[in-house]
């Protein structure tokens, strides 16, 4: 994808919420208000104190001045509209509760009961939510392991031409790109297939909020042509936790029903600290984004080169995952440890409590490292000293812990809302399982990705696996026992 510069016609320079809020802090206004602190004066002092005073003052609730997050008319509105010019969107709505939230609404804005959507199995459990509330069958793809580092690839545009192919029922593709790991897929000709076919194309792009700023980097979903894009500001950009945003850009989807769900799952309580951050990051990022971003990626760049002192702990790269045609996005690092011997969540352990550096995310064989665009060269330094020292300490080897991982099935004998909602449930024997339906979603980690969802015919295959990682003690999330004895199946 190559990297556009779109003429703006907007003033880019301006951050409508930010300036309101500064200017009603300035005013000293009473409260009549909530929340009930009252721009600071009823709470906590040693709080107040260790965050500030401004915090308070703009801790506002929705009046005409501030605008309304449901219904903006002001500033509000003037935000999302420089924010949706900037990446190239029609529009763009805020969101309070991170791409979580804005996954739902892409599935609540895209479909109705009893439409299909082909999935990757490494979706984010917010894109599970968005199944259940949808009530949406999910067609889904099996990803990739690379054997070497232990992580997922992405979908392949091979595997989605085949299962469109496979599935003309499906009315959209649901991709998530980057991955955790900053693998990136061919998303333009994804969406060249997904268009060609009248389908829609949906891309939670939680981990890039920074592409399409910079020419080195991977182009955005937008640019690539997604219909609706639902970015978490506050991973890679100067952003307060939870700012995110999504992006119309469709001509298949109704932007009246996209607007409606937002307002449908959205706090009618905003928290205008966390817009206004939103508004100056986009400034930012009209500024000086691709300066910053530079920077960012040479960082990153400085960091592999480090590489050669490593004997233990080795650093994912574009050229490795080129080798399965895919590519990468530089601000995420992958370390991976599996010749130090210690797991990656120990390490991680390790790294937090001995050398004050932590990590995002660990699972058994690597640590990923998500850079921002706050990262420093000496942030990096700390952690190539960390690492090396850490080195002295390991001698080792962790075996492979994918165990074979099982085909997944894809018989979907009821949807996943249908056995969410329903009551009908009865506990079995995981020996006995095989055959049964699922009523819940299991997810063990390593690898993290689903091997049972509500709705899915048990297989035995999957039985052994889980009984499998029960020996070894390995974490499998949604299991509601401390040992993986029983699963929860629908009643027969
Ligand atoms: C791929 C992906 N999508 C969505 C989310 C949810 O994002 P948020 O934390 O902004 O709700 C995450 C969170 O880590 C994620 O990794």
Redo the contacts with the bound molecule.
Sequence with gaps: MRFKILKKLLNQLKTPIFDVIRTHAERQVTSFHTPGHKNGQGIDLAFKDFIGDNTFKVDLTVFPEVDSLHDPVSCIKEGQELYAELVGAKKTFFLL???????QAMFLAAFKPGDSVIISRN??K??MSGIILSGVWPIWIQPELDSDFDVFFDSSSEQIEDALNKFPEAKAVFI?NP??NGIMTDLEKIAKLVHNQGKILLV?E??GAHLGFNKKLPGSAIQCGADLV?Q?A??TLAVLS?G?VLHYNSEIVDMNKVRKVVSLIQTTSPNYLILASLDVARRQMYENGEKLLDKMVDNANYFLSTQDKFKKFRFLTKADVAKNGFNLDTLKITINVTETGIEGQVLSEILAKDYNIQFDCADFFNLIAILGVGTTKKDLDCLVEALLDIEKRCDGHLESNSINFPELTTEMVFSPRDVFLSEETELVSLSDAAGYISAQTLTPYPPGIPVLIPGERITPKICEYLQTLDSRSIRVSGQEHKKLEYLKVLKV
Excluded: C, E, L, R
């Excluded at 509760?97 to 996954?103: F, L, R, T």
């Design positions: 509760n991170g791409s979580s939230m804005g996954n979706a984010h917010s894109a998530t991955t955790y939670d939680a981990h639902v978490s506050h991973k939870q995110s």
